[in-house]
């Protein structure tokens, strides 16, 4: 009974199969003739529709150029002027941290150079 259920299945299962490859052969069979069927104005107007989408693919091209030359223009001048400040900010707090570290330099000198009693 089990290898009677197992032909059948796989006789199923082989039939199903060849029944799908051989609509899948019709149906590319009838695109392809569909396909021969155009005609030429059909062919330049995809042709046309081709060459207007380049066009318009360059053009977007252009303008995503023009604004990051703009927006990479405007960023650095921002960046220069926020370097700018910071520079401005720091510059007493390292001349202080300068003046410190002359500071502990000097004591040390001073303390290595302490006379010291025998």
Same mark, same amino acid.
């Given at each position: 009974?089990? %290898?009677?259920?197992?032909?059948?299945?796989?006789? #199923?299962? #082989?039939?199903?199969? #060849?029944?799908? #490859?051989?609509?899948?052969?019709?149906?590319?069979?009838?695109?392809?003739?569909? =396909? *021969?069927?155009?005609?030429?104005?059909?062919?330049?107007? @995809?042709?046309?529709? &081709?060459?207007?989408?380049? +066009?318009? &693919?360059?053009? +977007?091209?252009?303008? /995503?150029?023009?604004?990051? =030359?703009?927006?990479?223009?405007? /960023?650095?001048? @921002? &960046?220069?002027?926020? /370097?700018? @400040?910071?520079? %401005?900010?720091?510059?007493? *707090? /390292?001349? !202080?941290?300068?003046?410190?570290? @002359? *500071?502990?330099?000097? !004591?040390?000198?001073?303390?290595? *150079?302490?006379?010291?009693?025998?």
């Amino acid at each position: 009974m089990n %290898a009677a259920k197992i032909t059948l299945g796989l006789a #199923v299962g #082989v039939a199903t199969g #060849v029944s799908l #490859v051989l609509m899948e052969r019709q149906n590319q069979t009838l695109q392809a003739q569909n =396909t *021969n069927k155009k005609l030429p104005s059909d062919i330049s107007n @995809e042709v046309d529709t &081709i060459q207007s989408q380049i +066009h318009q &693919i360059k053009d +977007h091209a252009l303008t /995503i150029k023009k604004d990051g =030359t703009d927006f990479a223009k405007s /960023i650095s001048g @921002e &960046i220069k002027t926020s /370097i700018g @400040e910071f520079k %401005a900010d720091i510059t007493p *707090n /390292i001349q !202080r941290l300068q003046k410190y570290l @002359e *500071n502990i330099q000097n !004591r040390g000198e001073e303390i290595t *150079n302490f006379p010291t009693k025998k």
